[in-house]
């Protein structure tokens, strides 16, 4: 019911910057809360930055100060600013969703994008 589309990936070096966008459609009553995850050549894969609804935000340490999150409700879209890039964040860069499905549900979803690459060279 809900896809989710990533961009703004691409080959950057080190102490640049990128920008990530995911798109939400679909069929939802609402979002809950939206976040990107990363997943570098042999590491799990990990919380990068994550927001509530509400505007809560939360960062992985790796990223704090650099990264920013934020979200446009009217188009159901999450960014990610990173800045100050090093080449440890190097990863494929996958957007996450936990949506609502009806007014009157208290049971989330999760969703996931395909993931978008960001390289940063040194």
């Known amino acids: 019911q809900v896809q989710l589309v990533e961009s703004g990936g691409g080959l950057v070096q080190a102490g640049g910057s990128l920008r990530l966008s995911c798109a939400a459609s679909?069929?939802?009553?609402?979002?809950?809360?939206m976040g990107w995850y990363r997943q570098a050549p042999v590491k799990q894969r990990e919380l990068v930055a994550a927001i509530t609804s509400g505007g809560s935000t939360n960062y992985a340490d790796s990223v704090k100060g650099r990264f920013t999150i934020s979200k446009d409700n009217a188009k159901n879209t999450v960014y990610l600013q990173m800045n100050s890039l090093k080449p440890e964040d190097t990863a494929v860069y996958y957007c996450?969703?936990?949506?609502?499905?009806?007014?009157?549900?208290?049971?989330?979803?999760?969703?996931w994008g395909q993931g978008t690459q960001a390289t940063v060279s040194s």
């Open positions: 996450n969703a936990r949506v609502i499905k009806t007014a009157q549900s208290i049971i989330e979803f999760q969703y």
């Open positions: 679909g069929r939802f009553f609402s979002i809950s809360g």
